[in-house]
């Protein structure tokens, strides 16, 4: 799925990630510890992505807001993004600036290599 996440909407489920659930007053307090939002805007954009799908809650007063999809979900649909907006669905040209530009140690180096031969085995 594409969730098009936008940066303000990371940071929300970031917290939520790590600490769910949390009353709204406990998500309000946690993201105005490493944020400038006002209250006000984070219960806009809490509502608007219990809309969009991306949270979800149980319960009434207080309700208990959990993230409504998985880290490795929205990764993934961010990647799949960044391929084709960036680097036109070519995959190969998205590994080839990364490794150019990435500085790359020899143990990330070794990883990518039983990456690949993982994959290559598994076909």
Known sequence: MDYKLNPSEWRVLQTLWGHAPQTLMQLVSNLQRS???SASTIKTLV?????????????ERPRLYYPGIQKEDAAFSETQQLLSRAFGGNFGLLMSNFIDNAKLSKGDLEELYDMLRQAEDSL
């Open 35 to 37: 944020t400038d939002w």
């Open 47 to 59: 509502s608007r992505m219990t809309d969009k799908g991306v949270l979800r809650f149980e319960g």
